[in-house]
């Protein structure tokens, strides 16, 4: 694990430091040497189900953000749907950086930590199958051109929490989801921290020039509070100190950021990884129910479209260039 811990910072080191042109060049390198490392597969494990083909769903260890993660399942279940396959997701087997060392829920498979599979399948049953493909964890995630969200719902719509997880969220989310469904809300999301200077995302703006456009938003779509999104302590409190009518949801955050740390493997020192992804994911589920929404792009905003379906009264993705 420490082995994919270097290799992730020194991805992230690459990404702030390198100029775009080799920044490029070494993304591109990266994913045929991943090509190279875990290629596609057709697997013969057993006898069960001859008449079906299964594509088992991996990611590159140590893989990524959570939400990144899951934006990349949901690319693979489109993929092997459109194959015929059978998807399943295995988080299991392969290293990521949310695993716990004691089982969750009774399952030592990340995605089933708080998903349910695309399918009625075990992975027990998938290998011990006579026709199955391993992915090889390279394939496009959800992320881009919102115009292509609506026939991309279907897919999230196969894989809901599971009912532990349901439970959960509930009671993390009841009494902010009631007070955005008692008026109209505008869903903020600022992501900070290792945002910072990575080539390829989105530039961050400054606390006071993103306040004062949801400032602006806020009057002009007539909404009443805000939700805010969050994993900086610093936009938190910025926003408890002007926002009356503000909601989130109590989590820690960071108040310190060391540039080059990725926060994907960064939890608190006073909860799980698994308890950090659960209050994450209770975030981007309240948001999901908001009125309007107000972001630059990142993965959790992409996923409360989804969740959202669409539904939203308002979206402003801003465009702040990238690094």
């Known amino acids: 694990m420490k082995f994919y811990h270097f290799v ?29 490392l875990m290629p596609e597969k057709k697997k013969s494990f057993g006898k069960l189900h001859s008449d079906k083909t299964f594509y088992v769903i991996r990611l590159y260890p140590p893989a990524t953000g959570f939400l990144s993660n899951y934006n990349y399942i949901l690319g693979a279940i489109e993929y092997a749907c459109k194959h015929n396959y059978i998807p399943i997701v295995d988080m299991e087997n392969y290293m990521t950086l949310y695993h716990e060392d004691q089982p969750i829920n009774g399952t030592n498979n990340v995605w089933e930590y708080y998903f349910v599979q695309p399918s009625n399948f075990t992975l027990s049953e998938v290998y011990n199958s006579k026709n199955v493909i391993l992915s090889n964890g390279t394939l496009d995630s959800l992320l881009g051109k919102i115009e292509n969200y609506p026939q991309r719902i279907e897919y999230a719509e196969m894989v809901p ?6 439970l959960d969220i ?17 869903g903020v999301v600022y992501r900070a921290t290792d945002y910072q200077s990575t080539k390829g995302h989105s530039k961050i703006l400054p606390l006071e020039v993103f306040f004062n456009i949801v400032e602006e938003r806020k009057k002009l779509w007539g909404l009443d509070s805000v939700f805010i999104m969050t994993e900086s302590e610093t936009a938190m409190e910025f926003f408890k100190e002007r926002v009356s009518d503000l909601l989130y949801i109590n989590r820690p955050r960071i108040s310190k950021y060391k540039s080059g740390t990725n926060i994907s493997g960064l939890t608190p020192d006073s909860i799980s990884k698994h308890e950090n992804t659960l209050l994450y994911l209770a975030e981007v589920f309240t948001l999901s129910k908001c ?18 379906m669409m539904r939203y009264k308002n979206i402003e993705i801003l465009n702040t260039g990238k690094y």
Do not use: D
């Open 8 to 36: 992730n910072s020194l991805k992230i080191l690459i990404g702030q430091k390198a100029p775009l042109p080799i920044f490029k060049i070494l993304l591109r390198l990266r994913i045929i040497y991943k090509n190279i």
């Open 161 to 166: 929490f599971n009912h532990r997880t349901k």
């Open 170 to 186: 509930n009671k993390i989310t009841c009494s902010i989801v009631e007070k955005i469904h008692e008026g109209k809300t505008l």
């Open 291 to 308: 009125h309007s929404i107000i972001s630059i792009p990142n993965n959790g905003t992409y996923v409360a479209l989804l969740w959202n």
